[in-house]
C-alpha cells in the first residue's frame, strides 16, 4: 500500500523537516502515527497523500512510483484516499450533508444510492441534526466530525487523518474510533497521527513514532 525509502524533506533552504524516513504499511493494515508537535507529523501526512514532493528518495503508493510523477496523473491516485487534516477544508457554499456527499458526487453516483448512507453516517458522528447547516456555523468540533465523515463515506482504500479526535468529547473519540476500526476491518488501511494516547491505548494497534524528522516504531 505505502513504501517511503530514504525519504527526506525541507521546506525551500530551510533544514530538513523529516530525515531518511523509510517504513511500509501492507493494505489492510492500522498504524497510529504520534511524537511531539513540530516533529513533521503533518508534513509526512501531506506527503502521503501527494501535497507535498519529497525533496529525496523513493515514496510508493498502491505500488506506483510516486516520487516524481507528473501533475495530471496525481488526482486518480487521491481519489483511493481518504483524509482529514486539521484545516477540515469544508467548502462554506455547501451544507454539511452536501460538503460529506461531495466524494461520492464526484465519482459520479447518483443521490438515490447514497442519501441513506450519507445520512446514516452523519447520525453516527452526531451530525443528524446539522445536515442543512452551512460550515460557518458550525463549532470546531462539529467541522471535525464533517471531515471525518466526508473523508470515509466512500470507503477509501487508504484513510490519512491527522488528529481527527482532538476537538471532540471522550465519549465521541471512543465512537469515532469505533468508526475507524469498523472501517479497517471492512478493508481501508489506516495511518491515523494523534496525541491522544488513550485512544492509542483502546485501539491496540501499531505505533509509528516521529521526533526530530526521525521515524521508528515503537
Excluded at 517504513?23 to 501526512?45: C, E, I, Q, W
Excluded at 459520479?108 to 442543512?132: I, N, P, T
Excluded at 460557518?136 to 468540533?141: A, I, N, T
Excluded at 489506516?190 to 491522544?196: F, W
Amino acid at each position: 500500500m505505502l513504501r517511503l525509502e530514504n525519504v527526506g524533506l525541507r521546506y525551500g533552504d530551510g533544514p530538513e523537516i523529516l530525515r531518511d524516513v523509510s517504513f511500509a504499511v501492507r493494505t489492510g493494515d492500522f498504524y497510529f502515527l504520534t511524537g511531539p508537535s513540530g516533529a513533521g507529523k503533518s508534513s509526512l501526512l501531506k506527503l502521503l497523500f501527494l501535497a507535498l514532493r519529497p525533496t529525496r528518495g523513493t515514496l510508493k503508493i498502491f505500488g506506483e512510483d510516486v516520487t516524481g510523477l507528473s501533475h495530471n496523473k496525481l488526482p486518480p491516485i487521491r481519489r483511493r484516499i481518504g483524509v482529514v487534516f486539521q484545516e477540515f477544508r469544508l467548502l462554506d457554499h455547501l451544507s454539511t450533508y452536501d460538503n460529506v456527499a461531495l466524494p461520492l458526487r464526484v465519482a459520479g453516483k447518483s443521490e438515490v444510492s447514497y442519501r441513506r448512507d450519507v445520512m446514516d453516517l452523519l447520525d453516527w458522528v452526531g451530525l443528524a441534526q446539522k445536515s442543512a447547516d452551512l460550515p460557518p456555523v458550525l463549532s470546531g468540533g462539529e467541522k471535525q466530525r464533517a471531515a471525518i465523515a466526508r473523508a470515509v463515506i466512500a470507503k477509501p482504500q487508504l484513510l490519512l487523518a491527522d488528529e481527527p479526535t482532538g476537538n471532540v468529547d471522550p465519549v465521541l473519540a471512543k465512537r469515532l474510533l469505533h468508526l475507524f476500526l469498523e472501517l479497517n476491518r471492512l478493508g481501508t488501511t489506516m495511518l491515523i497521527a494523534t496525541h491522544d494516547k488513550g485512544l492509542v491505548r483502546q485501539a491496540e494497534r501499531p505505533v509509528l513514532h516521529l521526533e526530530q524528522g526521525v521515524l521508528n516504531l515503537q
